[in-house]
């Protein structure tokens, strides 16, 4: 994709904000559309958890508990520590759910490492016949214990659901007793996160897939999604070919684990629903995909209105050397973002040769486009490292406050980057169409 090409985010304002209009929303499952579903099943077709082992390496067995006062846990509900849950299943063909992360951030002069080592965001997706769980983390600020805290989150969360879901004594009936599962699944992860060391916190999104028992707008699965934090949940229409956020109004804000002493920042917790049809496909993402379609990063709009080419000074030889326009307003940036996404997955579609994007084509095509979105700033965070080493010790600090402030004034935002993709419908045991895991 052209990456001089500008948003023409007004031409998209109409069609979002009516596309918008059939998201319920709410900060409560009481607030989401209710609407009955189908009895979830419980066989589990396959899976996948990342990076590396992703939430693998928590705790052997954590107490994060979404149980109420003395209930016995069943042996027919299905635990995280089930070992086909860890494993995944082989599968073969194109991919009906995958995930993937990535670092977007510079290496590190002369170690072959890069800054922010190790990725603090971790994803998990399990596609069972007729449903699916997908749930993202992002650990507030580096390191390994940042890595820790999202792990916690993630797997507090699906070991919740696991247990919640499929509980034949108290069966799921609406998804309003869905979005209640959710909300439950982060009081769990938030636990989780409280056992780990130090005091670290996590955003977390996390989507359940499900068969509603009557169409609603002639749709007849659906999306419930609770969101804490910077990540988002969207769903590609494969039908209408339009990208549209269900975590739409996140201010960004909350995280759980210690974000006030040892207690959670809800403040921003955002609950969504959205009717799909089969063959649409839901995918969560970390900001570090996100960010890199706002016109505002891209420096294709700027914050002040002032062209980014002023701030750098005539020698730059950025991509965005002429004038951007002046900075967009909130409904505009999110249609923007959504207008560069769209046609994103357009050209993807058009590229492969494919009737529908499923989840190993949209999440390659994510992570293609935030790696080229990012490469100017990367490459000369790089250079500007190199020239640092020659400097002397008591001139560094400032050296690398100034080399950052530049930075700013190139496209992109480097971080972690982390989706992870569903496509929705039923799948059985002859259809496997799941990537490895990582």
């Known amino acids: ?23 319920s929303v709410g900060t409560c499952a009481a607030e989401i559309q209710c609407e009955p579903i189908v009895t979830l099943n419980l066989h589990i077709v396959g899976t996948k958890t990342g990076p590396l082992t992703g939430l693998m390496c928590g705790k052997e067995q954590l107490t994060g508990d979404c149980t109420d006062g003395d209930e016995d846990e069943r042996s027919d509900v299905l635990s995280i520590d089930d070992p086909d849950m860890l494993d995944g299943l082989p599968c073969n063909g194109d991919g009906e759910a995958n995930g993937e992360s990535v670092t977007l951030y510079d290496f590190k002069p002369g170690t072959g490492e890069h800054y922010g080592d190790p990725i603090a965001d971790v994803y998990a997706v399990i596609a069972r016949a007729n449903n699916a769980i997908l749930a993202i983390a992002d650990g507030s600020d580096w390191g390994p214990k940042a890595r820790e805290a999202a792990r916690s989150a993630v797997r507090g969360s699906i070991e919740c659901l696991n247990k919640r879901l499929f509980d034949s004594q108290y069966p799921l009936k609406t998804t309003r007793d869905v979005m209640n599962a959710i909300l439950l699944s982060f009081d769990s992860a938030h636990k989780c996160i409280l056992e780990t060391e130090g005091t670290t916190s996590s955003a977390l999104c996390v989507a359940v897939v499900c068969e509603l028992v009557r169409p609603v707008r002639n749709k007849n699965w659906c999306v419930c999604v609770a969101n804490l934090g910077d990540s988002a949940c969207f769903v590609w229409s494969n039908r209408k070919g339009i990208a549209q956020e269900v975590t739409y109004g996140n201010s960004g804000k909350g995280c759980l684990g210690h974000a006030i002493g040892d207690k959670p920042d809800k403040s921003n917790l955002r609950c969504g629903f959205l009717p799909v049809h089969e063959n649409d496909t839901v995918f969560l993402v970390t900001d570090g995909i996100s960010e890199n379609f706002d016109p505002v990063v891209l420096c294709e709009a700027t914050s002040s209105g002032k062209a980014g080419a002023e701030k750098r000074g005539s020698t730059d030889k950025g991509t965005n050397a002429e004038h951007p326009p002046a900075a967009p307003i909130p409904e ?17 579609r058009s590229h492969k040769r494919v009737e529908y994007l499923n989840a190993d084509i949209l999440v390659n095509t994510l992570f293609e486009y935030a790696i080229e979105a990012t490469d100017e700033k990367r490459k ?10 020659y400097i002397d010790a008591e001139d560094q600090s400032s050296k690398e406050y100034e080399i950052l402030k530049v930075a700013e004034d190139y496209p992109g935002k480097v971080d972690h980057a982390t989706a992870v993709a569903y496509k929705v419908g039923h799948l059985t045991d002859g259809q496997r169409h799941m990537s490895q895991t990582v």
């Open 380 to 389: 000369f965070l790089e250079r500007s490292w190199d020239d640092v080493d």
């Open 332 to 348: 505009e940036t999110e249609s923007a973002k959504l207008a560069k996404l769209t046609e994103l997955l357009l050209s993807a």
């Open 1 to 23: 994709m052209d990456a001089e090409k500008k948003f023409h985010a007004s031409k998209f304002t109409k069609q979002w904000g009516k596309a918008r209009r059939k998201i």
